[in-house]
């Protein structure tokens, strides 16, 4: 037993250092290392978040877009060619044009059944560029329907014509 206490003791004891910290430089570096790794693995997953979130947030508010424009449905297939990839037909003759959105509207019938309103196809360099061309044409359309159903209204309430007569070439009126 006492060799078990004077063990105990030489352990407990202080011992003289060299002026050093009392730390060997092998933990000091793993601890630095560790740091680096540390600091260096939350910024790379900050940035991946960064980039990650705004596109799916672009995906979201496209998806909401087209639904409000398109309430009775709408499908879209985004297709990626590759470099040697045959190309449709219709394809533009730029090169790096390789990303095609084909959208699809519906509509329903008097009778409830739901049949193709507009299918269309459109070009685009990347993704994203390819679901802002889809919302910007669909959005036109929209456009064009509100102003038709105007002039539709405007005719229908004043006996057939749309507006006062046109300006001739000089500013008379062909009338």
Same mark, same amino acid.
């Given at each position: 037993?006492?060799?078990a ?5 030489m352990?407990? +004891?202080?011992?003289?250092s !060299?002026g050093? #910290?009392? =730390?060997?430089?092998?933990? %000091?570096?793993?601890?630095a290392?560790?740091c ?6 939350? #910024?790379? #997953?900050? *940035?991946?978040?960064r *980039?990650?979130?705004p596109l ?11 639904q409000?424009?398109c309430p009775n449905?709408?499908?879209?297939? %985004? ?6 990839a045959?190309l ?8 790096? *044009?390789?990303v095609? =959105?084909e ?8 009778? !409830? $059944? /739901?049949? =193709?309103? =507009?299918a ?5 360099? +990347?993704?994203?560029?390819? #679901? ?6 669909r959005?036109l359309?929209?456009e064009?329907? *509100? ?7 405007d ?5 057939g014509? /749309?507006?006062p007569?046109?300006?001739?070439? $000089?500013? /008379?009126?062909?009338r």
């Amino acid at each position: 037993m006492t060799s078990a206490l004077h063990i105990l003791g030489m352990q407990n +004891t202080v011992q003289k250092s !060299g002026g050093s #910290l009392g =730390v060997s430089i092998e933990i %000091i570096a793993a601890t630095a290392l560790a740091c680096a790794l540390l600091t260096a693995t939350v #910024l790379l #997953l900050t *940035r991946f978040r960064r *980039r990650r979130d705004p596109l799916f947030f672009r995906e979201q508010h496209a998806r909401e877009q087209m639904q409000e424009l398109c309430p009775n449905g709408w499908t879209a297939r %985004i297709m990626l060619y590759g470099e040697e990839a045959p190309l449709p037909d219709d394809a533009p003759s730029a090169g790096e *044009r390789k990303v095609c =959105v084909e959208w699809t509207e519906y509509e329903q019938d008097p009778a !409830g $059944h /739901t049949e =193709v309103a =507009v299918a269309r196809r459109m070009w685009s360099r +990347t993704i994203t560029g390819a #679901l802002r061309g889809m919302l910007a044409d669909r959005q036109l359309d929209a456009e064009l329907e *509100r102003i038709e159903r105007k002039v539709i209204e405007d005719a229908s309430g004043e006996g057939g014509e /749309t507006s006062p007569p046109a300006a001739g070439p $000089h500013g /008379t009126t062909d009338r």
